[in-house]
C-alpha cells in the first residue's frame, strides 16, 4: 500500500554465545565462526541494498542493531553490515545508530571499529553487578566483565546505554540498588531497567512449573522501579518513559520512534516493520501481517503508546482523537479521577501509579476501538 516513508530501521542480528534463562527472543546459541552467521549476515547486507534501491531508506533517522548479541557476530561480518549501510543511507552523525553487546563479546577493537564506522550509540546488556545474580540469569558475563565494557566503550562514546534488571530470583532490594548506583558511578548516560517476565518454553518457565523457582513478586518489582526512580533522579537522569532513563540529551530516539508512531522497518528474523499512512497501519513479522489497524484504531493505539512516555499525549491529540474515538475525553477523565494521570503543562501525563498500573491504564484507551 502507499505509505508515509520509514523514520527508523531495525537490523536483527539472532545469535548469542549462549541462551538466558529467561530469553525467549528469536535468538540462538551459535558458535562465533558458524557459516550460519556468515550466510546470515550476506543475507542481511542485501537486504539493505535492495531497501536502498527500492527508496525505502531515505527518510530513516535511527537504525538499531538488536539481537540476540551483535557483538557476538565478530568485528569482520559488523564492518560489513555497516559499511552496506553506509553505502545504502545517510549514516551521518544526526542519525542516531545504536549498536546492542553484551560484555563478553565487546573489545577495545571493536569498539574503536563500529564507532568509525559510524555507530554512536552503545547500549550494553550488563543486567546486574552481582555476580550471583549473574549466574541465576545464566549470563556469559561476570561483573568485572561489565565493568571494563562499559569503561572500553566510553573510550569512543559519549552515549553509553546499559540494562538493568529486577525481581530475579534471590536478588535483594539491596543488591539491585548496588547495581544501579553502580552504573552511576561507571557514567553512562542512559538507564533501561527491566522486569523480570517468566515467558513460556523458558528454562525459567519450567522451573516455576516445577516448584523449583516462584513466580517474580510485582510488590517486589514494583518496590525495584521504585528505587531505581529514586536513585536516577537524585544522580540527575530523568525517566522519560515507563522503563528507561536518560541524562539531559541522551534519550533514545529509536525507541521513542515506536512510542509516537513513526514508521519503522525490520530486516532479518523475526523483525517487524510497522508501515502506516493516514488511514491504516500494518504490521508485519517473516511475512506475516501481525496487526492491520484502520484510522479508529490507530487513533487508540497511539494513545496508548503515548502514556508509555513520561511527557504523556498533547490535549490538541486528545481532542483529534475524539473525532474518531468519542469516548476519548471521557476515558481520560476516568483514568484521571483513578490517579492513573495527570494533567500538566496542556498534557495528560503519566502518574506513577499509572505506570505500574499499566495494564489498567493502557487497556482502558486501546478499548477504545478494539
Not at 513479522?285 to 496487526?291: E, I, L, M, S
Not at 503515548?306 to 474518531?324: D, P, T
Request: hydrophobic share 40%; with cysteine; proline share 5%.
Amino acid at each position: 500500500m502507499p505509505h508515509d516513508p520509514y523514520r527508523a530501521l531495525y537490523l536483527h542480528l539472532p545469535f548469542c554465545v549462549k541462551r538466558c534463562a529467561y530469553c525467549d527472543f528469536a535468538t540462538a546459541a551459535v558458535p562465533a565462526d558458524s557459516p550460519e552467521i556468515d550466510a546470515y549476515v550476506e543475507d542481511l547486507c542485501l537486504q539493505i541494498r535492495r531497501k536502498a534501491k527500492e527508496g525505502e531508506l531515505g527518510a530513516v533517522e535511527t537504525v538499531y542493531l538488536g539481537g540476540g548479541t551483535p557483538s557476538h557476530v565478530g568485528l569482520a561480518r559488523l564492518s560489513m553490515l555497516l559499511y552496506t549501510l553506509s553505502l545504502s543511507m545517510h549514516l551521518t552523525p544526526e542519525v542516531e545508530c545504536t549498536m546492542e553487546a553484551n560484555p563478553e563479546s565487546l573489545d577495545g577493537r571493536m569498539v574503536r571499529d563500529v564507532w568509525a564506522l559510524g555507530v554512536n550509540r552503545l547500549s550494553l546488556g550488563v543486567q546486574s553487578f552481582d555476580d550471583a545474580v549473574l549466574r541465576t540469569l545464566g549470563r556469559a558475563h561476570t561483573a568485572d566483565d561489565a565493568r571494563r565494557a562499559v569503561e572500553a566503550a566510553q573510550t569512543r562514546f559519549e552515549n553509553v546505554s546499559v540494562d538493568v534488571m529486577c525481581g530475579i530470583p534471590g536478588q535483594s532490594e539491596a543488591s539491585f540498588e548496588e547495581s544501579v548506583r553502580e552504573a552511576v558511578r561507571l557514567g553512562v548516560t542512559h538507564v533501561s531497567v527491566y522486569p523480570l517476565t517468566i515467558e513460556p518454553h523458558t528454562p525459567f518457565d519450567a522451573a516455576v512449573l516445577a516448584g523449583d523457582m516462584d513466580e517474580p513478586d510485582d510488590d517486589v518489582e514494583a518496590a525495584h522501579m521504585q528505587v531505581a526512580a529514586r536513585v536516577l533522579e537524585e544522580a540527575g537522569f530523568a525517566r522519560y518513559e515507563v522503563a528507561s532513563y536518560a541524562r539531559p540529551g541522551f534519550e533514545c530516539r529509536h525507541n521513542t520512534a515506536y512510542w509516537t508512531g513513526k514508521p519503522y522497518l525490520g530486516l532479518g528474523r523475526s523483525a517487524a516493520t510497522m508501515t502506516q499512512n493516514a488511514e491504516r497501519r500494518m504490521r508485519v513479522q517473516d511475512g506475516q501481517v501481525t496487526d492491520d489497524l484502520d484510522a479508529r484504531q490507530m487513533a487508540a493505539e497511539d494513545l496508548m503508546l503515548g502514556m508509555r512516555m513520561a511527557r504523556g499525549v498533547a490535549y490538541a491529540q486528545v481532542e483529534a482523537a475524539a473525532a474518531l474515538l468519542p469516548e476519548a475525553a471521557a476515558a481520560f477523565a476516568e483514568l484521571e479521577e483513578a490517579g492513573l494521570v495527570v494533567r500538566k503543562g496542556g498534557r495528560f501525563c503519566p502518574t506513577e501509579r499509572g505506570w505500574l498500573c499499566g495494564n489498567e491504564l493502557y487497556g482502558r484507551l486501546y478499548d477504545l476501538a478494539p
